[in-house]
């Protein structure tokens, strides 16, 4: 059984992999091919924290992550993960790794693959808001699937940091970052509303990522009126996502467009929002990409 730290993961996981390996697996997910429960989650709420239970099986892929998030964690992620992969045939375990790489990086990748399929071809205005790891994964995914001439960052902690580590623009304000904006990523630990509709402009494509608690919203109902939804997994959103609950209407998810079975974006003047609240295939397809790339190292 190997057992891969997260400086070995960062080893075998390349963005350039994990884009077309989330769509792959989404693709599966809403074709049926995937067998997985909702996540199970445990409060710690004495301090402010959560322990999720996410397994699946989706053929030759078998296994589980185990996460939590702290989401008031200040100089410490606010995720942690190990992920147990197992041998489908026998159930045996083939893997423990570390996993919060694996959710930081699968996230933004699997945002890639909803901006890739929703956003207009030419978006060249980026706005994030957030600065934290998510910003970061985001930043590395969406500029491998469109190609923008001006990224634009807005956060209430580190955004400063993050605008001169990687050369974007410092927005004042979440409002002076979206305006005029093609694509936004919404990336926050925010429990309250941080992207108004009123600030949207035509055409845009959307990704949010946080407020994964049914009682939790990024977004205010402007939005939400406004863009068409598309999701990782109507059962989890469904019942995870505050802003999913709000809207009440899910246009597809993603994997559906991937597909053919659901139409994408229909015109340059729509509004797409993609509402990711993560979902076990995504980690599982990462853990195995791991995996593989680690096996074939040791045995070039």
């Known amino acids: 059984m190997l057992i891969l730290d997260e400086t070995a993961v960062r080893k075998f996981l390349s963005m350039q992999a994990l884009i077309p390996a989330m769509e792959r697996a989404l693709h599966a997910l809403s074709a049926g091919e995937v067998v997985q429960p909702l996540r ?16 699946a099986f989706a053929g030759g892929q078998l296994g589980a992550k185990l996460v939590t998030f702290y989401p008031d964690n200040q100089g410490a992620p606010t995720h942690h993960a190990l992920v147990v992969l197992f041998e489908p045939a026998t159930g045996e375990p083939r893997a423990v790794m570390d996993g919060r790489l694996i959710t930081e990086m699968r996230t933004g990748a699997v945002s890639a ?16 808001l957030g600065a934290g790891a998510q910003a970061h994964s985001h930043l590395e995914a969406l500029r491998l699937v469109r190609h923008f001439r001006e990224i634009r960052v807005w956060s209430p902690r580190n955004a400063g940091e993050f605008a001169a580590r990687f050369g974007v623009r410092l927005a004042r304000s979440a409002e002076e970052a979206v305006r005029g904006a ?24 959307i990704n949010a ?25 109507r059962e989890a959103a469904s019942r995870e996502s505050g802003d999913v609950i709000a809207a009440g209407a899910i246009v597809a998810e993603i994997g559906e467009v991937i597909g053919g079975v659901k139409a994408g974006r229909q015109s340059a003047e729509e509004l797409t929002l993609f509402k ?4 076990a295939v995504e980690d599982l397809a990462s853990a195995d990409l791991v995996y593989r790339k680690a096996l074939a190292a040791q045995h070039p």
């Not at 693959?113 to 994030?128: E, M, N, Y």
């Not at 093609?182 to 494509?205: I, M």
């Open 40 to 55: 199970v989650i445990v409060p710690v709420a004495e301090h402010g924290g959560f322990l999720g239970s996410m397994p």
């Open 209 to 233: 990522v946080g407020a994964v608690r049914p009682d939790w919203r990024e977004l205010d109902d402007d939005v939400l009126r406004k863009a068409k939804l598309y999701v990782d997994s």
């Open 113 to 128: 693959v909803a901006t890739k399929s929703l956003a207009r071809a030419d978006s060249p205005v980026l706005a994030i």
């Open 276 to 279: 990711s609240v993560g979902v």
């Open 182 to 205: 093609d694509v936004v990523v919404v990336a926050t630990t925010s429990r309250t509303p941080v992207l108004l509709g009123d600030w949207l402009s035509p055409g845009v494509h």
